[in-house]
């Protein structure tokens, strides 16, 4: 680091002594300094990254997605593929059936509107996916790393807090100078001062190990969203537009005396199962990018508080 004598490493009350404060206050006084401002680097990039983990987790608008997987889960079930039974098995494009088939083909043009604006949609949500997945996966290693040198910043001061502590406990019995004695002071002091300094460092570790957790979540459930949007959603669309409009065009050609609608029906079925899915997943994903906005916003509390 450029600064290593006012980074966050701690080092040992031996070299904390050799250091010489650039400023004109006494040495204890800087010393005491240095415990209250430990990791205050890795505090203050902590505080730079949570800015980054809430542009890349939470400032994403799907709303248009969802309102166009809502809008096609909606109209599916519409289409009432009894209208193709007049009697017996599949009916015959004849007389009454003809205009039941009409009316099927309606119905399936209407859902076959709304097949383009959902596929846009997820097209763009796999683009912006696929330019800022590479950004976020980095910021959340770096949140994992900081997180990790604050850890060895609490065990290290939790060391020389140790050491402290033990060398107190020996000058306690000795009678000193009023010099020594104010010396044993100013250390008792600086021990409190690093006490809370450390609680302080513990709570903003919890607190980034939770916002990295809940975002590594939150990325992993938005690209296995767009993965099934990709796949699944892709291929259902495809299979649906490859059936179901010459299916209507059947069902309304009086020269049409059988309709195959198995494999139709099969496909439609496979596009509203999909659609189910979907909107679940997506739902998933509001919860987890929920989890993940409290957690930044509790990081942003300690982290202020440090």
């Not at 119905?107 to 330019?131: D, H, N, V, Y």
């Not at 209507?248 to 050609?253: G, I, P, S, W």
Request: aromatic fraction near 2%; glycine fraction near 6%; charged fraction near 25%.
């Amino acid at each position: 680091m450029a600064e290593p004598d006012r980074t966050a490493s701690l080092m040992t009350p031996s070299k904390l002594a050799q250091i010489q404060p650039k400023s004109a206050v006494s040495p204890a006084a800087w010393l005491s300094q240095m415990a209250a401002d430990a990791g205050h680097l890795h505090v203050r990039r902590l505080l730079e990254l949570r800015e980054e983990v809430e542009a890349h987790g939470l400032q994403r608008d799907d709303s248009a997605l969802a309102r166009e997987l809502g809008r096609l889960a909606e109209a599916l079930p519409r289409l009432d593929f009894g209208l193709l039974r007049e009697r017996g098995w599949w009916a015959r494009a004849t007389g009454k059936s003809r205009s039941a088939g009409a009316l099927f083909a309606a119905q399936s043009s209407q859902i076959g509107a709304l097949l383009a604006p959902l596929a846009a949609q997820a097209q763009l949500m796999e683009t912006k996916q696929r330019e800022e997945a590479s950004a976020c996966d980095l910021t959340l290693l770096e949140v994992e790393v900081e997180y990790h040198a604050v850890d060895k910043i609490i065990d290290q001061g939790a060391r020389w807090l140790h050491d402290m502590r033990n060398q107190l406990k020996v000058q306690q019995g000795a009678t000193d100078d009023p010099a020594a004695a104010q010396r044993r002071k100013d250390d008792e002091a600086r021990c409190e001062i690093l006490v809370a300094r450390l609680k302080t460092l513990r709570a903003v570790r919890s607190a980034a190990q939770r916002t990295h957790g809940e975002g590594a979540n939150a990325a992993a459930r938005r690209a296995s969203l767009v993965k099934m949007l990709r796949q699944s959603l892709a291929s259902g669309l495809k299979d649906w537009q490859g059936r179901l409009p010459a299916l209507a065009a059947a069902a309304t050609d009086a020269g049409s005396r059988e309709l195959s609608v198995d494999g139709a029906m099969e496909a439609h079925r496979d596009l509203q199962l999909c659609l189910k899915q979907l909107i679940a997943d997506c739902d998933q994903l509001r919860t987890q990018e929920a989890a993940l906005a409290q957690s930044v916003a509790a990081l942003g509390s300690e982290l202020a508080a440090a």
